[in-house]
Nanobody
Framework: QVQLVESGGGLVQAGGSLRLSCAAS????????IGWFRQASGKEREFVAA????????YYAESVKGRFTISKDNAGITVNLQMDSLKPEDTAVYYC?????????????????????WGQGTQVTVSS
């Protein structure tokens, strides 16, 4: 059974940084996409960033481009989200998500409905 476990959330002042990690277990990921989504209180879940386990293209929401960086470790077990220059509007619960199989279209990376597995989420709070 696939398990995704996020860590690294917390409270930080605006302009600060946090690094989230997503540890995956239960199957071997190769060309499968893995993404980060977030959900602020009272809002819908939104795409943040995505990457393929085997490396290659990375995808970012416009709101985080230039500030957030998605990466994976060499063992391919953990995917990280480095968040710099954080803003109060980045406050949300951040979720790691994984899909099975290669996405046929790049648009799929941005859609939460395309992902099959989800972590429990980790809270990120940015104070002004």
């Amino acid at each position: 059974q696939v398990q995704l476990v996020e860590s690294g959330g917390g409270l930080v002042q605006a302009g600060g940084s946090l690094r989230l990690s997503c540890a995956a277990s239960g199957r071997t990921f190769s060309t499968d996409p893995i993404g980060w989504f977030r959900q602020a209180s009272g809002k819908e879940r939104e795409f943040v960033a995505a990457i393929v386990w085997s490396g290659g293209n990375k995808y970012y929401a416009e709101s985080v481009k230039g500030r957030f960086t998605i990466s994976k470790d060499n063992a391919g077990i953990t995917v990280n989200l480095q968040m710099d220059s954080l803003k109060p509007e980045d406050t949300a619960v951040y979720y790691c998500a994984a899909a099975t199989g290669r996405f046929a279209y790049s648009d799929f990376y941005y859609s939460a409905t395309r992902y099959d597995y989800w972590g429990q989420g980790t809270q990120v709070t940015v104070s002004s």
